[in-house]
């Protein structure tokens, strides 16, 4: 969970090396719908960048400001000018926070099933004595062709 600081930021941090933007929102509009801030956006989307969210409820992570903007809310506020609006494009996280936890349950499930099932390092050592004693210590010549196979 997010902590509120009073010294919060709304400035997101932007890696430009990982091309990636990461907001960390602390305030919902309510639930979990959040907005950005549409200069944010257009930032990312013109210089090609990921979006990490991060809420109190979770991490919503997108692969670009076009999948972020699919089914968001269009808001308009009134802050600092009042006669121009700052636009803000809101949805709400906690589907998005619900499949991602749910795709890195399934990857750290699937990387267990490889790691159980990789070859014990006795075996390997039997598997290379039979290769060894079938074609031979070398295998290849210095020029990279394959020798006695």
Known sequence: MTEVNNKTSY???INWKAGV???DLVKPIYGSFFGIWDKWLNLAEK???KLVVNTPFGTSTYQSAKEYLENTERL?????NPNEPMIFYARHFAPDIAKREKRKRLEKKEQKIIEDFSIPLEIMLKLKKIWEEKYGKEK?????DRKNI
């Not at 308009?76 to 600092?80: I, Q």
């Not at 290849?140 to 990279?144: L, Q």
């Open 140 to 144: 290849y010549h210095k020029t990279g």
């Open 21 to 23: 933007i990461i907001f």
């Open 76 to 80: 308009e506020r009134y802050y600092k």
């Open 47 to 49: 210089n090609n960048l």
């Open 11 to 13: 400035k997101p941090k």
